[in-house]
Nanobody
Framework: QVQLMESGGGSVQAGGTLKLSCVVS????????MAWFRQGPGKEREGVAT????????IYTDAVKGRFTISQDHGKNTMYLQMNMLKSEDTAMYYC?????????????????WGRGTQVTVSS
């Protein structure tokens, strides 16, 4: 059974940094399609970034381009999200997602596996 577990969230001031981790267990490889989603207070869940085919392709939502970096460590079966220059609007619960067949990277219903989330709070 595939399980995803996020960690690394916390409370920081605007301009600060955090690095989120998502450990994949139940299989000894990283799924082909993995992504980070977030859901802020009163907002819909949105795609933040995706990494495909072992890191050959990455996509970011416009709001985080140049500030966030998605990566993987296959030896640790872990995906990361390095978040720099954090803004108050980045405040949200961040979720790790994975799937085998994705039609649209930022459509949450396309993903099969989800973590429980880690909270990121940015104060201005």
């Amino acid at each position: 059974q595939v399980q995803l577990m996020e960690s690394g969230g916390g409370s920081v001031q605007a301009g600060g940094t955090l690095k989120l981790s998502c450990v994949v267990s139940g299989i000894d490889y990283l799924p082909n399609h993995m992504a980070w989603f977030r859901q802020g207070p009163g907002k819909e869940r949105e795609g933040v970034a995706t990494i495909v085919s072992g890191g050959l392709n990455t996509i970011y939502t416009d709001a985080v381009k140049g500030r966030f970096t998605i990566s993987q460590d296959h030896g640790k079966n872990t995906m990361y999200l390095q978040m720099n220059m954090l803004k108050s609007e980045d405040t949200a619960m961040y979720y790790c997602a994975a799937g085998d067949s994705i039609q649209s990277w930022n459509t949450s219903s396309d993903y099969t596996y989800w973590g429980r989330g880690t909270q990121v709070t940015v104060s201005s």
